[in-house]
């Protein structure tokens, strides 16, 4: 397959994209274990900056707060499990949570909180797949790939303004 990346700056610090063909298949925070690697190439494929332009607009609307939907092509390598774990978090809308226990009673069975939440912590398409979306069940910030202020930062790009949201303050 014809495996290529590129590297996207972000208010999140550097993003590496990958995809085969025209599908996205990986977005990475560089700089957390078990993400990009040091040699990209070597994993990744060559560096083609210019084939990324949709992807770079998309998430250069998201952080601006002008995107509240991805639409990017995906090809998701994984388990059967797991795609269908990422597919449930891909349905999340902007501005909304779910819980690990949540999706697990959508899979139809509310024993596999913690098969989800190792899923989750796999997905290889970080922002788009919103996994920053999934809390524990109490509605606590829990494990999250680019670290928890990452987290607490995309929860609050999404959060609406105080009056949308019925709050006075």
Same mark, same amino acid.
């Given at each position: 397959m014809?495996?290529?990346?590129t590297?996207? =700056?972000?208010? %999140?610090g550097?993003?590496?994209?990958?995809a085969?063909?025209?599908r %996205?298949?990986?977005l990475?925070?560089?700089?957390?274990e078990?993400?990009?690697? #040091?040699?990209?190439?070597a994993?990744?494929g060559?560096?083609?900056d210019?084939?990324?332009?949709e992807t770079?607009?998309?998430?250069? =609307?998201?952080?601006?707060?002008?995107?509240?939907?991805?639409? +990017?092509?995906?090809?998701?390598h994984g388990?059967d499990?797991?795609?269908?774990?990422?597919?449930?978090?891909?349905g999340?809308?902007?501005? #909304?949570?779910?819980?690990?226990?949540?999706?697990? #009673?959508q899979?139809?069975?509310?024993? +596999?909180?913690?098969a989800?939440g190792a899923?989750?912590?796999?997905?290889p398409?970080v922002?788009?797949v919103?996994?920053?979306r999934?809390l524990?069940a109490?509605?606590?910030?829990t494990?999250?790939?680019?670290?928890l202020?990452?987290?607490?930062? +995309?929860l609050r +790009?999404?959060?609406?303004?105080a009056?949308e949201?019925?709050?006075l303050?």
């Amino acid at each position: 397959m014809d495996t290529k990346h590129t590297v996207i =700056e972000s208010p %999140l610090g550097r993003l590496t994209a990958v995809a085969e063909g025209d599908r %996205l298949t990986g977005l990475h925070f560089e700089d957390r274990e078990n993400e990009a690697p #040091e040699a990209p190439e070597a994993v990744f494929g060559p560096r083609v900056d210019t084939d990324f332009r949709e992807t770079r607009r998309q998430l250069d =609307e998201y952080f601006a707060g002008e995107r509240t939907r991805f639409d +990017l092509p995906l090809t998701f390598h994984g388990d059967d499990f797991d795609k269908r774990v990422w597919n449930l978090i891909a349905g999340i809308g902007y501005g #909304e949570t779910r819980s690990y226990g949540r999706l697990a #009673e959508q899979l139809g069975n509310p024993g +596999l909180a913690r098969a989800v939440g190792a899923a989750t912590g796999r997905n290889p398409v970080v922002v788009v797949v919103p996994c920053h979306r999934v809390l524990g069940a109490d509605g606590s910030l829990t494990g999250f790939g680019g670290g928890l202020d990452r987290k607490r930062y +995309l929860l609050r +790009l999404e959060e609406p303004p105080a009056e949308e949201a019925g709050r006075l303050f």
